[in-house]
């Protein structure tokens, strides 16, 4: 009987020690943290506020001084009025068409001129009509460049620019090009003009040479 009582014993003394290996302290993270950190870490973050959404593959234009011109493609958005909303190109006669509107000049106007041209025609139709036009493709504003140059084709036009610089933009002249006989085609009122440009002139900085560009020249390198 005393053995049978050790061993009753020792069995209760074993079950008693499993019990407590099977209460499991609380995991650590990994990097050491406890718990309070981690569900600290999986908390939002706050995020710092957003500017207005602008449209995606929109030139970063200036609204009040970018002045729009033919070819032009404009994204015109009237405030709950989808119909009326879209993307209109602006024609080569520097005219656009709107439902409602009709034609209307689109050229020589900068965008908030142009929504404002369009609030005012709207105010017939439309209670309190809020316009937004915005330039999604700039093509006028480019100049082009043929013959003896580096690289052939349109290139962006900026403010004062002169043909040397246009030419410098476009990889200069190759080395059969005639720098003498240079000239700028340009149509104004309807008609074309042949502009004579000497280059060896405009490097020495001759006032004569100082020629400033507009959108739609025609650089000619022979």
Known sequence: MKWFYVGVLVAMLSASGRGQDSVKKPETPAGGQGSGTAQSSASPQATAPTGPATLTGAPAVDNARYVIG?????????WKEPSLSGTIPVRPDGMISIALVGDLRAAGRTPMQLADDITVK???YIQDPNVSVVVMADTSQRIFLIGEVGHVGPIPITPGMTPLQ???AGGGLSAFANSKKIYILRNEGGKQLKIPFNYKQALKGEGSQDITLKPGDTIVVP
Do not use: Q
């Open 70 to 78: 033919p070819d032009d493609s404009l994204a015109i958005t009237v």
């Open 122 to 124: 709207l105010k017939k």
């Open 166 to 168: 246009a030419i410098a």
